[in-house]
């Protein structure tokens, strides 16, 4: 955060001039709406804080994204399983429309 004349870091709470050198770190928010991922913008006071802070968060995101494959792949896994149990010819998935095109399926 900066006030006239102060930036205050956000890792420890540390307050000093805004002509005083200092670090912008860039952390993004997990996807919550479809597909899309909200960054935050932080200053901190030093490298360390900035180190603090940006490590956690790009752990946190790359597990996210582990998860969100897993859970894409096994879906996957499902659909195959689904439909390669079944040996008709001219099967389409049932989630997609071929006469306007949509697609219905969802991935929990």
Known sequence: M???GFSLCFHCN???RTYLKGYKVITFKN???GNTCVPFMHWTCSLECAKALEVPARQEQIKAAYML???YEQY????QRQFGSRHQPGL???CVSSED???SCTIL
Do not use: F, Q, R
Not at 76 to 79: G, L, N, Q
């Open 101 to 103: 095109n949509t697609n």
């Open 31 to 33: 996807p919550y709406l």
């Open 76 to 79: 996957i896994v499902d659909c």
């Open 2 to 4: 900066v006030w006239e």
């Open 14 to 16: 540390g307050v000093t």
């Open 92 to 94: 389409t998935c049932p």
């Open 69 to 71: 494959d897993s859970m």
